[in-house]
């Protein structure tokens, strides 16, 4: 392979990879300003991923007590009635 050929390569990988994280292919080059953009989006997609698993584990754990004492309520009840 040529170093044009190399060139070409390298240059048809980055544009592949650019646009896996959404960069346009307008330059050889990728900014730190672009780069600093789309890991600070990223992080706040996770963060907010985060948080609504955080809530889901709340709501399910809110869900086990509830669970928990119905059981113990039930167990009451059929007690007083054995008695």
Do not use: W
Not at 25 to 44: A, G
Not at 48 to 58: F, P
């Amino acid at each position: 392979m040529t170093f044009s050929g190399v060139r070409d390569h390298f240059n048809n990988q980055h544009c592949v990879h650019c646009s896996l994280v959404g960069l346009t292919p307008r330059s050889d080059r990728v900014t730190y300003e672009e780069i600093l953009q789309i890991v600070q989006e990223k992080d706040r997609k996770l963060t907010d991923i985060r948080l609504e698993a955080l809530t889901s584990q709340h709501q399910l754990h809110q869900l086990q007590d509830q669970i928990a004492q119905m059981q113990v309520d039930q167990s009451r009840t059929l007690l007083m009635e054995i008695a």
